[in-house]
Each structure stands twice: as C-alpha cells, then as structure tokens.
C-alpha cells in the first residue's frame, strides 16, 4: 500500500499561534483527507482535497498532487483545537484511505 | 457532511463471547463500507472492505472467521468479533463513502473493546 508520512509527530502550542503540519505519501493519489480525531475518538472531515488549496475558517489545507504532499494550516488555535490530526489518501485502482501517522496537537492556554 | 452512526460506542464482554457493532449510514446511501482498526496511540489500520450485497475483502493478517462483515443494506454494516480474546481489546471504527458522488469518507464514533 500507499506510505503516509506525517510531520512533526508532536506539537505544543501556545493558544494564538499558528502551525502547518505536513503529509508526504509514496504515490498517485485520488483522494486525500484531513481529520482531526478528538479525544473520544471521533473523526472529524476537515478537507476533502485531491488537489488545490481550500480553507474553512481558521483552517486551510493545500495539495500538490504532482509533488505527492499536502499542508494542514491551522492559525490563531484554540485549546480545542488539541488532539490528533490525520492525513489519509486513497490509491489509484482501491477506494479505501490509507492513514498517515498523526500528528498529536496540544494547545495550551 | 453526512453521517454515520456506530453503536454501540463501548463494549465489554467476557473472553470466549461473540460481539457484534453496526455501522449505519443515516442520511445517505453507503455502497461501501470499511472498518478500521486503532490500537492506543497508533493509526487507524484498514481491517476490511465491504460492498453491499457481496462478501468482505478481508487485508493481509485480518482473520474472516474472526472478523465476521456483513453489508446486507446500503446503510447498515455490522462486524461480528466471534470468540473474543483480551488481545481482541481495541478502538473499532467504520467508514462509509458513497461511490455515485465522490469518495470522501465518513466515519462512525468508534467502538472501544474490552475482552476481560
């Protein structure tokens, strides 16, 4: 299967400052997703981005396909902006996603 | 965005008992459906693929007789943990994606098990 590669594994932040984690993955790409997985576990859609930049709200998130990476931006974060941010893409030829290995966001007050 | 429900959200049950979470689409119509698998602190690892009205492609190292998938509706899919063990204990968690529009995927609350 695909690779996905996802950095920095941690990151603190102090609430208000920005951050841009990455993702790099091995291969052709169809889909890319970002999600950010709150405590409880649940997986939230942030960006559904094959391709181009996107933004909702204090979040934007850019893929270069050809260059096979995508950039989470997230600015001005909030204490509820902490936990677990995945990047996961789906191959050419299989629908299924294939989950990068997170990066664990902390903000703190 | 659409939404998928899992339930039940926490299980416990003795070891040797069988287990059976659903995973149901609620405002769309899923043809596909998979269920993943996260152990604390880790990724989610891809256990299975399943389309409606056919059997489950099961990846590498994922036990079919353990891990029973059915996809009977476009909205419901359910994974069976048949004779569970406490290495069984672990974050169980469906997605869904609607192939006639596009492959953003969607995803239940998760199951956490516990095989005591």
């Known amino acids: 299967g695909i690779q996905v590669e996802q950095s920095p594994p941690d990151l603190i932040l102090q609430e208000g400052a920005n951050s841009t984690l990455r993702c790099n993955f091995s291969?052709?790409?169809?889909?890319l997703q970002w999600f950010h997985q709150n405590p409880w576990g649940q997986l939230i859609n942030l960006f559904y981005?094959?391709?181009g930049t996107k933004q909702n709200g204090r979040l934007s998130a850019t893929t270069v396909a050809t260059e096979r990476y995508s950039l989470l931006y997230i600015s001005s974060s909030q204490t509820t902006d902490s936990g677990v941010y995945f990047c996961a893409v789906e191959g050419a030829g299989a629908n299924n996603l294939f989950f990068g290995t997170g990066t664990r966001l902390t903000v703190i007050p | 965005g659409a939404v998928v429900s899992q339930h039940p959200s926490r299980v416990i049950c003795k070891s040797g008992t069988s287990v059976k979470i659903e995973c149901r689409s609620l405002?769309?119509?899923?043809?596909?459906m998979f269920w993943y698998r996260q152990f604390p602190k880790q990724s989610l690892m891809l256990m299975a693929t399943s389309n409606e009205g056919s059997k489950a492609t099961y990846e590498q190292g994922v036990e079919k007789d353990k891990f029973l998938i059915n996809h009977a509706s476009l909205t419901l899919s359910t994974l069976t943990v048949t004779s569970a063990h406490p290495e069984d204990s672990s974050f169980y968690i469906c997605?869904?994606?609607?192939?006639?529009?596009?492959?953003?995927?969607?995803f239940g609350q998760g199951t956490r098990l516990t095989v005591v």
């Open positions: 291969d052709s790409v169809n889909n």
């Open positions: 997605s869904a994606i609607n192939l006639g529009l596009n492959t953003e995927a969607f």
């Open positions: 405002d769309f119509q899923a043809t596909t």
């Open positions: 981005i094959p391709s």
